[in-house]
């Protein structure tokens, strides 16, 4: 069965710092990948998505994820960060269950991101 | 486009009672829908996926008589949890996908049940 590793539980970065947070999954075939962010009291938003084509992907709000097929990695990147961008962040990866089965979305277990001003 | 809708966003009601949440997709057809739960400070996980006029298929845990999921129209189907008890309190949110795009779900924005 595919998982989806996030190493850290809760990240916590001061105003205008760089943030990486880390994704990997174990999944031998086509993957789809994507990150969402669920702001506090808030539902789930598609930061960005990989399918296919440039392994950097740019998202919204200043994000970008750099897929990395040899590693089984998707991280998550801002250059600067802000005090709005406290959330939880979930890395997911899409995938057949089987040769020909169905697609199944994962989710990795969230990062909690605080900012601090 | 791809908007999913959640009704109610909040419920409460009483221990045993039943409850039922909508999730429509407001703009596209969804073949496929997904239930997935939600506890505080944890991960989505998956319960059911169910397609349009066939019965859900329940994930490994899932009651699927106390989890009651219909999936009657290409546009909504509805989760109704039958004899509610507080440790059922949680956050549930539904996705859908199209029958032309497979690889991506889009969210509703979750409805968060408190059973007293």
């Known amino acids: 069965a595919q998982s989806v590793s996030q190493h850290n539980h809760h990240v916590i970065l001061s105003e205008a710092a760089s943030l990486e947070l880390g994704c990997n999954y174990s999944?031998?075939?086509?993957?789809?990948l994507f990150w969402y962010v669920q702001y506090p009291g808030q539902h789930l938003q598609l930061l960005l998505k990989?399918?296919?084509?440039?392994?950097l992907v740019k998202g919204i709000k200043g994000f970008e994820a750099e897929f990395i097929k040899s590693k089984f990695s998707f991280n998550l990147r801002k250059p600067s960060v802000q005090w709005s961008d406290t959330a939880e962040y979930f890395c997911a990866v899409n995938a057949r269950t089987t040769g020909a089965g169905s697609y199944q979305l994962t989710f990795g277990k969230g990062t909690k991101l605080s900012v601090i001003p | 486009g791809a908007v999913v809708s959640q009704h109610p966003s909040w419920v409460i009601c009483k221990s045993g009672t039943s409850v039922k949440i909508e999730c429509r997709s407001l703009d596209f057809q969804a073949t496929t829908m997904f239930w997935y739960r939600q506890f505080p400070k944890q991960s989505l996980m998956l319960m059911a996926t169910?397609?349009?006029?066939?019965?859900?298929?329940?994930e490994q845990g899932v009651e699927k008589d106390k989890f009651l999921i219909n999936h009657a129209s290409l546009t909504l189907s509805t989760l109704t949890v039958t004899s509610a008890h507080p440790e059922d309190s949680s956050f549930y949110i539904c996705?859908?996908?199209?029958?032309?795009?497979?690889?991506?779900?889009?969210f509703g924005p979750g409805t968060r049940l408190t059973v007293t």
């Open positions: 990989y399918f296919s084509g440039d392994p």
């Open positions: 169910s397609n349009e006029g066939s019965k859900a298929t329940y």
């Open positions: 996705s859908a996908r199209t029958a032309k795009v497979i690889y991506e779900q889009y």
């Open positions: 999944y031998g075939g086509t993957v789809n």
